[in-house]
Nanobody, 125 residues
Framework: QVLLVESGGGSVQAGGSLRLSCEAS????????MAWFRQAPGKEREGVAS???????YYADSVKGRFTISRDNPKDILSLQMNSLKPEDSGMYYC???????????????????WGHGTQVTVSS
């Protein structure tokens, strides 16, 4: 079993920045896809960014150029640097992980097995 714990959420004004972190514990593997998803009230959960075991990154079009996903493998920590935040970036952000190789849809929720409980991000205009 893998435990994922998010931190770093909060409230910020539009144009500001936040950095989210996710610490993984339990069994982890180099072939870990790790990802960030978010869910706004009344909306479906959507993939924001993902990173595979080789460090290849994937981003939703809505966050490209503003968000950066990274991972520290020895420490099993996943990060999401969010810059130029917009009100539409608000929502609960979840860390997710799966032991896999060659996912065709790295931002698809159905691929991920392990989930954190989420951290709230609120961006005000």
């Amino acid at each position: 079993q893998v435990l994922l714990v998010e931190s770093g959420g909060g409230s910020v004004q539009a144009g500001g920045s936040l950095r989210l972190s996710c610490e993984a514990s339990g069994y982890t593997d180099a072939y870990f896809y790790m990802a960030w998803f978010r869910q706004a009230p009344g909306k479906e959960r959507e993939g924001v960014a993902s990173i595979d075991g080789d460090g290849t990154t994937y981003y939703a079009d809505s966050v490209k150029g503003r968000f950066t996903i990274s991972r520290d493998n020895p420490k099993d920590i996943l990060s999401l640097q969010m810059n130029s935040l917009k009100p539409e970036d608000s929502g609960m952000y979840y860390c997710a992980a799966v032991i896999a190789f060659g996912l065709r849809s790295p931002l698809s929720e159905s691929n991920y097995r392990f989930w954190g409980h989420g951290t709230q991000v609120t961006v005000s205009s």
